[in-house]
């Protein structure tokens, strides 16, 4: 439903701009561009799953990403700020800042002794 309400700004935009079907559908993409990324991210992780095989980077991504899901199990600054990506109110970069970033580093390490 949030995607859906980005898409109708976006295109309420576009309607009061009176700009060409081209513009619209770039200003679409860069809505859609995230939620689509943080879906399909996981999605490319199960055994089987059709398509474009993860990069790298994407499974360093991936792997991150699980460290700070496991955070939020007990971590009140990872669920907030989890939650409010999950929710597209701010974007995935915040789940990089350096508060998530050195919890989830200490997590590893902590796994590693």
Known sequence: MTVAAM?????GRWLARGSDCLAFQRDLARVVRTPWLMATMED???PGAEGVRPS??????RSYMNRVQWLTSSDPTAVRVFTQVGHLLRPPAVL???V?????LRSILARQS
């Open 44 to 46: 490319s992780a199960i």
């Open 100 to 104: 998530i970033l050195m919890k989830v």
């Open 56 to 61: 790298t980077t994407d499974a360093l991504l």
């Open 7 to 11: 898409e109708a700004l976006a295109l």
């Open 96 to 98: 990089f800042q350096p």
